[in-house]
């Protein structure tokens, strides 16, 4: 294997290889240019040059904290040997800020903003639009849930998840509802429009292992590889909901939360309601539904029961949530 990133580094950049070892996200590797990660990258050519494009752009716009692309010898942000593409990074050694701690989400969420400011104005022929979509996709979601009660209710018997499935259909449904009447007053088609006219990004996974810090407390973003064009208020929904994931509900801390963005990236009214709108709407019990039902899996896994025990254990924390949000928008 160690050939091969020889024949990559050489080849694709022009750079010797002096060894290296396996790190978590790809291969870390000695050259003369210092110390580069190189991986093989599983994303379509379009999202390379996407994620290319939106760290170039941070970068301009002062967001230094990122793993920039070494641009090969054709000028390209990837080197493609042997029908498979490969990108080189410089190394940075850091580690995951620990969730456990409160303060770091409150560090988090002014760092989103940060970062959902530097990246508005992005105009990039690779991008996708997740938001023009996303109506379309909740009404298809609505309608399976739909269809699986049915199928559920046709059985003779009734697994585990089957039951938790049925008896929480109720609730579930009715947040869809709230949600799309939301999304409605929230006046989402204009929301559409104003996306397309002020290029606004989602990381869709700011969390976990992308938030990072070296040595000196500096904090790195990583893992752009599935940003789109898209309302801020899907990264900022979902790192709420990964808050309260992670955390027992504290509204003093959620009212931090909020303040640190809000103070970097000022919310509209309307942008309060697209937020309560995507809190509300159960993206992780219909996305476990869709896994299980739409799979057609033979039998219940103890990780998937598991997985929907702890989905529905939330709906206290989510509830207040909801109400806290309520107050602001």
């Known amino acids: 294997m160690e050939y091969n990133y020889d024949k990559i580094l050489w080849e694709g950049y022009g750079l010797r290889f ?14 003369d240019k210092g110390l580069l990660e190189i991986r093989k990258n599983i994303s379509h050519k379009k999202q390379i040059l996407f994620e290319y494009d ?34 080189v990074e410089k190394a940075i050694e ?16 002014r760092i989103l903003a940060k970062l959902h400011n530097a990246a508005k104005g992005l105009n990039s022929t690779s991008g996708y639009f997740t938001i023009k979509n996303r109506l379309k996709i909740y009404e298809k979601r609505r309608i399976e849930l739909l269809k699986i009660k049915k199928r559920i209710e046709k059985q003779g018997g009734y697994s585990a998840l089957d039951l938790l499935v049925k008896q929480n259909y109720d609730y579930y449904m009715e947040k869809i509802e709230q949600a799309n009447k939301l999304f409605l007053e929230a006046e989402y088609e204009k929301e559409v429009k104003k996306v397309e006219q002020q290029k606004t990004i989602c990381h869709n996974a700011f969390k976990g292992e992308n938030i990072r810090k070296d040595g000196k407390g500096n904090v790195f973003i990583t893992g752009f590889s599935k940003c789109t064009y898209d309302n801020n208020m899907v990264d900022l929904a979902m790192y709420f909901k990964r808050f309260l994931k ?23 009214l309307q942008d309060k309601k697209m937020l309560l709108a995507l809190f509300i709407y159960p993206e992780k019990f219909l996305s476990l539904c869709n896994e299980y039902y739409n799979k057609r899996r033979v039998c219940v896994s103890p990780a998937m029961l598991e997985r929907m025990e702890v989905c529905i254990a939330g709906i206290e924390k989510n509830e207040k949530m909801i109400k806290w949000l309520q107050t602001i928008s």
């Open 94 to 109: 850091t580690e995951a800020f620990e969730e456990e701690e409160k303060q770091t989400f409150i560090i988090g969420a």
């Open 18 to 31: 002096y060894g290296g070892n396996r790190v978590r996200t790809g291969y870390l590797c000695k050259t």
């Open 246 to 268: 992670k955390q027992q509900w504290d509204i003093e801390t959620v009212e931090k939360m909020f303040s640190e963005y809000h103070s970097e990236n000022p919310l509209s």
């Open 54 to 87: 939106i760290k170039e752009h941070l970068y301009q716009k002062g967001f230094h904290n990122i793993n920039r692309f070494e641009i090969s010898q054709q000028g390209l942000p990837y080197y493609t040997w042997e029908e498979n593409d490969y990108i």
